[in-house]
């Protein structure tokens, strides 16, 4: 190879080394808008509420023991006596949550977050043994009222009072769960319940719950269903278990669960955490769905620029190939204009798309970009033929790029087949080409 060549293409590599500079910069501002955004996203959760998980309903037994035992001090022994505090557990029998879910847009400047409104029916029953359970010193045991406890990550999404049908009465729901470990959310007292014989009782209410992202559902009935239904068309199913059944479409979603302590373990999970502060196994199983909108325009901004050297080494690929088989001359500074017009290409990306939405900033960016270097290539190819047909190519490529990133299960396949297919015309064009005459004419 001549040294002209040489020393051309080595031009055009630094070229490309010396734009990595302008890509990087956008790359790193697509991140700080990001988290700019991610922060905004969270003071709006602040204001309104986060996450939200349902745990329960939970029955609760708390008690004082007498404990006897005998102790030696000075060689006398005597039976010292104590009191212990503590609580009995019940998880229910059978747990059903149907729940009507609507979401809506809170705006602060230019960035969005997504709420939600659940509209939760809760019923199911539990089975209680005679004496709590107790079989061993129950003259021990002073037993007090129990109380039901339901779960709420975030207590100030609730929207409405909350009224336990408990059987053929309707009680009050109070706010705190009187348990330290198990966070927040909600109680009623069941004075009627003396468990002193063996009991099985129905309990249902409503619950109106407003969450940003998220909403979790911990299901700790021996038998669990749970079913939820939407206007959100993107869901992304997340935790322990998938949905048994699900329907997705352009007007929303259902699904539904079911689950049986066989598969959630959840009596172990409680017997072990117990006591524990935090107890995040116990609650760490749970199931539900996000709001969050999976490909947004920042993540598909940020996957767009890992395709900008490609689109780069191509344009500066065609330029070449205009230079040998048409015996022009392209300057390096040419080369540098049109490659800073393909690096401003994901700026505008990135600004539009906070305004306009993905699909339009890009159609507008591409139409931008390439008329603007179509224009600058009628007088640097010196025809107007020349310069439509490299533009088109160049349109061509960045239609290419958006099903790319539309298309992410097939993102891969379809970047392996355009690349291979690039390299096939490459090789087509300049299959009579003689190398070693390149550079000899006016290649400079």
Same mark, same amino acid.
């Given at each position: ?26 790359? /790193? ?29 939970? &029955? ?14 000075? *060689? ?32 602060? *400047? ?65 706010? /705190?769960?009187r348990l330290g470990w198990f966070g927040g959310g909600v109680h009623v007292v069941l004075n009627s319940l003396d468990g002193k014989a063996p009991t099985q009782f129905n309990y249902a209410f409503d619950l109106s719950l407003q969450g940003t992202g998220q909403l979790h559902v911990l299901p700790v009935g021996r038998s669990s269903s749970v079913s939820m239904a939407a206007n959100w068309p993107h869901p992304s199913f997340i935790g322990n278990y998938l949905p048994a059944s699900r329907k997705v479409d352009a007007g929303g979603f259902s699904a539904n669960w079911q689950t049986t302590f066989f598969s959630t373990n959840l009596e172990d999970a409680l017997r072990q955490c117990?006591?524990? +502060? *935090?107890? +995040? ?20 901004? +940020?996957? $767009?620029?890992?395709?900008?050297? &490609? ?35 994901? &700026? ?11 699909? &339009? ?25 020349? $310069? ?14 958006? *099903?790319?990133?539309?298309? +992410? ?36």
């Open positions: 190879m001549n040294r002209t060549l040489s020393i051309k293409l080595g031009t055009i590599a630094l070229l490309i080394i010396l734009l990595l500079i302008p890509l990087l910069m956008i790359s /790193g501002l697509i991140g700080e808008r990001q988290e700019q955004r991610d922060s905004v996203v969270q003071d709006i959760a602040q204001s309104a509420s986060f996450a939200q998980q349902i745990s329960g309903p939970m &029955l609760v037994v708390p008690y004082r023991k007498t404990e006897r035992r005998w102790k030696t001090e000075d *060689g006398h022994t005597f039976k010292e006596t104590q009191q212990v505090n503590g609580h009995l557990y019940f998880l229910p029998e059978t747990f059903e949550l149907k729940s009507g879910i609507s979401t809506e847009l809170r705006s602060r *400047g230019i960035y969005q977050t997504r709420l939600f409104h659940a509209d939760n029916h809760i019923s199911g029953q539990f089975k209680v043994p005679a004496n709590w359970g107790i079989s061993a010193n129950l003259e021990d045991y002073q037993f007090e009222p129990a109380f039901l406890v339901v779960g709420i990550s975030d207590i100030r999404g609730i929207e409405k009072s909350l009224q336990l049908q408990f059987n053929d009465q309707r009680l009050d729901f109070q706010p /705190g769960t117990v006591g524990n +502060e *935090g107890c +995040e196994d116990f609650r760490s199983r749970a199931f539900g769905v996000s709001f969050i909108d999976p490909v947004d325009q920042y993540l598909k901004s +940020e996957r $767009a620029i890992k395709y900008a050297l &490609l689109f780069i080494a191509l344009t500066f690929a065609g330029f070449f190939l205009f230079e040998v088989l048409k015996n022009l001359s392209v300057h390096p500074i040419q080369y540098a204009l049109v490659g800073v017009a393909l690096a401003f290409f994901y &700026l505008l990306l990135l600004s539009l798309s906070e305004h306009l939405g993905f699909g &339009l900033a890009y159609l507008l960016s591409a139409a931008g970009c390439v008329l603007l270097i179509g224009f600058y290539l009628c007088h640097v190819l010196h025809s107007l033929p020349r $310069a439509m047909g490299f533009a088109l190519g160049l349109a061509v490529l960045y239609g290419m790029l958006y *099903g790319l990133l539309s298309a +992410e299960d097939y993102a891969l396949l379809m970047g392996s087949l355009l690349l291979f297919g690039l390299l096939g015309v490459f090789m087509v064009l300049t299959r009579r080409l003689d190398w070693y005459s390149v550079g000899q004419g006016k290649l400079q």
